[in-house]
């Protein structure tokens, strides 16, 4: 069954880069047709699609975000990561990775939060 | 971008009884329209997925309906367990994906 688990730092000083790692296990990242994403949820508010990026490796970013954002994969170590530079307080929140085919996310980490704070 | 809008905010529902949820889509999504499952604390989960098929091990209580812009989910008897959040989401027409603003589901 497939499982993924994101990891990274739970504190980020405002104006630097936010970096999330997911790791994946009973499955492997470059299997045919799947998209693997990052969705995050501000406290108390809903969700937000950042980006995925496909299993051949082409990213697709939420617009909102795109100059910021970066997903890559690692197949090597089977896992796929987040950048997000210039990081603000709006950035604050649950990081969550999540795969997905035809765009459904089927499978979702625990995630992790995030605080931007000095 | 499509923007999508659930309604009603809560929805306080007696055991048993039956809980209609309503998404509209901004333009047409033909049935490329997810529904997610957040309980307290826990990561969102998958329900529904094409409008109306249901994610595996996904209760039959729980059913999806609509298309094109108007999407309801129904949960035929309310249990307990059901309290949560729900949340759809487009995936027709993307970059972006987009999710409605979620309805809290509530045991009255």
């Known amino acids: 069954q497939l499982q993924l688990q994101e990891s990274g730092p739970g504190l980020v000083k405002p104006s630097e880069t936010l970096s999330l790692t997911c790791s994946i296990s009973?499955?492997?990242?470059?299997?045919?047709?799947?998209?693997w994403g990052w969705i995050r949820q501000s406290p108390g508010k809903g969700l937000e699609w950042i980006g995925s990026?496909?299993?051949?490796?082409?990213?697709y970013y939420n617009p909102s975000l795109t100059s910021r954002v970066t997903i890559s994969v690692d197949p090597s170590k089977n896992q796929f990561s987040l950048r997000l530079t210039s990081v603000t307080a709006a950035d604050t929140a649950v990081y969550f990775c999540a795969s997905h085919r035809s765009a459904v996310a089927e499978t979702w980490g625990r995630g992790t939060l995030v605080a931007v704070s000095s | 971008e499509i923007v999508m809008t659930q309604s009603p905010a809560t929805l306080s529902v007696s055991p048993g009884e039956r809980a209609t949820l309503s998404c509209r889509a901004s333009?047409?999504?033909?049935?490329?329209l997810a529904w997610y499952q957040q309980k307290p604390g826990q990561a969102p989960s998958l329900l529904i997925y094409g409008a109306f098929t249901r994610a595996t091990g996904v209760p039959a209580r729980f059913s999806g309906s609509g298309s094109g812009t108007e999407f309801t989910l129904t949960i035929s008897s309310l249990q307990s367990e059901d309290v949560a959040v729900y949340y759809c989401?487009?995936?027709?027409?993307?970059?972006?994906?987009?999710f409605g603003g979620g309805t809290t589901v509530e045991v009255k």
């Open positions: 009973g499955g492997s990242i470059t299997t045919s047709g799947y998209y």
């Open positions: 989401q487009q995936y027709h027409d993307w970059p972006p994906l987009t």
């Open positions: 333009q047409s999504i033909k049935s490329d």
């Open positions: 990026v496909y299993s051949s490796g082409n990213p």
